[in-house]
């Protein structure tokens, strides 16, 4: 009797999950105007994407890559559930990020606050209301002003680099993204955290390990991720969260101890914990009773700060590196300007100056274009109150529904022919004075656009001029037996990292 009902039982459950299957992965089929691809989990080959031999955001390129949609704006996808939507058109995805951002001012990846309470307060998992409180207050923190404040504590960390790398052989091999890395986690350290960090001596020291575990996608944070961004309400079930236990209690206690002694010192040190104590005395001023709560919330935006800048601005440098080191022509002019600015400054480079070096600029955005960090945006849709549904019209005949995410593959945008004359070539010259007015904002975005944009970008590119002007004044770059000049991207990271290290030879060159 009870094998029976079992049985009824498990055959229902079949039944409903097999409803919901075939009603989800045929949605698409039901609007014949808009062009889509075959219903499967992912669009693709679910084996692939469970065994991380690919990853959505990659295959996404495929997606759009697709002769049979090459004049497609739009093209319908499924997710690991939903039907989804992406955006080919430029003017679409100005209207996604910019132009309606009242209709997409969530993202589709969600973390449930109650299970993960510092993910679920970061800027970028954050529900629309925290998240404009915090990007409103947090906004002034990155201004030309307070970077240009901070930019002492940047050189101090740049002297460090020099020292290190004046202390090793003449020539030497190394896992550039690790050096890099180290560099970045020192600067985090100090501008946000601080503290003074020496990554660069003691590759070991618990800041550094702290840092490089977040970004380091094993199988368990890979799948953590794969809930996060696709299965929301499964994240608490399948116990997945932004930050390891550890962490957590890392960045509350790191935080709080920097909040606290600032208070009571009264020092200034033109950081981000200076903008924390002030944040709070506002908060305390205006008679908020729970301050820890506020508190709690600055914690979180640490740890943001912390995965955003040690990552993406390592992964930057590291690239740009690996660039020059494959065109020697293109690293000595970046290596002119860096030591016209030294000699120029008599052996510093003020806020001003570094601002000023335009081929490293150039440098820097095309190994953005070339390697965005982040290799899809994804927004989802919410109709604002008093306003009807988003509709792709004229474009398209279609309404978007509530809830529906849509992705923009940014990877597949920066490779665009279209846009990119012979697009895998690294060309700084695109970004040149004049010819980056041609390049249509839409299609370099490697920051994002529009108010979800990354708030961090300046302070990013600060210390990637940085690192890059103090590894390249006294030293230079080249290729070795071990590097890898096709990069393969990791799979199982839902940014984009080159797998297998990235290995350079450095040699001193002062001429």
Request: charge should be neutral; proline fraction near 5%.
């Amino acid at each position: 009797m009870l094998f029976t009902a079992l049985l009824t039982l498990l055959a229902i459950i079949i039944s409903i999950l097999g409803i919901l299957y075939n009603r989800n992965f045929n949605y698409w089929s039901r609007f014949k105007n808009v062009p889509s691809v075959p219903g499967r989990i992912f669009s693709g080959n679910l084996l692939d994407f469970i065994t991380f031999k690919t990853n959505f955001a990659y295959h996404l390129k495929t997606i759009y890559d697709d002769e049979k949609f090459a004049t497609a704006p739009v093209v319908g996808v499924y997710g690991l559930y939903k039907p989804s939507l992406l955006i080919r058109d430029v003017d679409i995805i100005k209207s996604v990020l910019i132009k309606d951002f009242d209709s997409f001012h969530d993202r589709f990846a969600k973390v449930d606050y109650h299970h993960d309470p510092l993910g679920g307060q970061m800027l970028f998992f954050a529900d629309y209301p925290l998240w404009k409180e915090m990007r409103t207050k947090l906004t002034a923190t990155f201004s030309s002003g307070k970077l240009k404040n901070m930019y002492p504590l940047i050189q101090q960390v740049g002297g460090n680099m020099q020292k290190y790398l004046n202390s090793q052989p003449n020539t030497f091999e190394v896992e550039m993204k690790d050096l890099c890395a180290r560099f970045t986690t020192d600067i985090i350290a100090t501008t946000v955290f601080g503290l003074q960090s020496n990554s660069l001596e003691n590759p070991s020291e618990y800041f550094y390990k702290e840092a490089r575990g977040l970004t380091h996608f094993t199988w368990g944070r890979a799948f953590d991720f794969l809930f996060i961004m696709f299965a929301s309400k499964l994240t608490r079930i399948m116990g997945s969260k932004v930050l390891y236990p550890e962490t957590e209690h890392f960045l509350r206690m790191t935080i709080g101890q920097a909040v606290q002694q600032r208070e009571s010192s009264g020092e200034k040190r033109n950081d981000i914990i200076d903008i924390f104590v002030k944040l709070k005395e506002e908060v305390l001023q205006r008679g908020v009773q729970n301050v820890d709560k506020f508190m709690e919330c600055l914690v979180a935006q640490a740890g943001i700060f912390l995965i955003g800048g040690f990552e993406t601005s390592s992964t930057t440098m590291s690239n740009a590196l690996l660039e020059l080191a494959k065109q020697p022509e293109l690293l000595q002019k970046a290596r002119e300007e860096i030591k016209t600015a030294f000699c120029e400054g008599n052996g510093e480079v003020s806020y001003e100056a570094i601002n000023k070096l335009s081929y490293l600029d150039m440098v820097i955005y095309e190994t953005l274009r070339l390697y965005p960090v982040l290799p899809v945006l994804e927004r989802q849709h919410a109709t604002p109150p008093g306003k009807a549904p988003y509709s792709l019209k004229p474009y398209c005949d279609f309404t978007l529904p509530e809830g529906m995410p849509v992705f923009i593959s940014v990877y597949a945008l920066h490779y665009d022919p279209k846009y990119w004359p012979n697009p895998k070539k690294f060309d700084p010259e695109r970004f040149s004075d004049d010819r980056k007015s041609d390049i249509h904002p839409m299609v370099h975005l490697p920051f994002g656009n529009g108010p979800h944009n990354c708030i961090g970008a300046r302070l990013g590119m600060i210390q990637v001029k940085a690192g890059l002007m103090y590894i390249l004044k006294d030293h230079c770059v080249r290729v070795c037996d071990r590097t890898e000049l096709e990069a393969k991207f990791e799979a199982k990271a839902n940014i984009l990292q080159i797998k297998g290290g990235l290995y350079l030879e450095l040699f001193k060159d002062t001429n």
